[in-house]
């Protein structure tokens, strides 16, 4: 079973940065694509980016485009998502999710989250 954990989330003002993380647990990410989706209080959940397999592919959402920047290390097995100038509506639980090899719209394994809070 695909397992995938986010770390990295925290309180940040307005402006700051914080880097997440999505380890995979128990296989290797290599061949997986990879995105990280937010959700606010009361709002759908939105693809925040998206990373394939090999890395050679990304795409970002409008809101977090020019301050958001995916990336992934293979050989640590984890996705990275820093996010720069973060703004008050960037607050948000964020969560990784994984498919074979190309970003699309049907991730099948999710991980747990990890909450983003943006506030002074």
């Given at each position: 079973?695909?397992?995938?954990?986010?770390?990295?989330?925290?309180?940040v003002q307005p402006g700051g940065s914080l880097r997440l993380?999505?380890?995979?647990?128990?296989?290797?990410?290599?061949?997986?694509?990879?995105?990280?989706?937010?959700?606010?209080?009361?709002?759908?959940?939105?693809?925040?980016?998206?990373?394939?397999?090999?890395?050679?592919?990304?795409?970002?959402?409008?809101?977090?485009?020019?301050?958001?920047?995916?990336?992934?290390?293979?050989?640590?097995?984890?996705?990275?998502?820093?996010?720069?100038?973060?703004?008050?509506?960037?607050?948000?639980?964020?969560?990784?999710?994984?498919?074979?090899?190309?970003?699309?719209?049907?991730?099948?394994?999710?991980?747990?989250?990890?909450?983003?809070?943006?506030?002074?």
């Amino acid at each position: 079973q695909l397992q995938l954990v986010e770390s990295g989330g925290g309180l940040v003002q307005p402006g700051g940065s914080l880097r997440l993380s999505c380890a995979a647990s128990g296989f290797t990410l290599d061949y997986y694509a990879i995105a990280w989706f937010r959700q606010a209080p009361g709002k759908e959940r939105e693809e925040v980016s998206c990373i394939s397999s090999s890395g050679g592919f990304t795409r970002y959402a409008d809101s977090v485009k020019g301050r958001f920047t995916i990336s992934r290390d293979n050989a640590k097995n984890t996705v990275y998502l820093q996010m720069l100038s973060l703004r008050p509506e960037d607050t948000a639980v964020y969560y990784c999710a994984a498919r074979p090899r190309y970003c699309s719209s049907d991730f099948a394994a999710w991980g747990q989250g990890t909450q983003v809070t943006v506030s002074s």
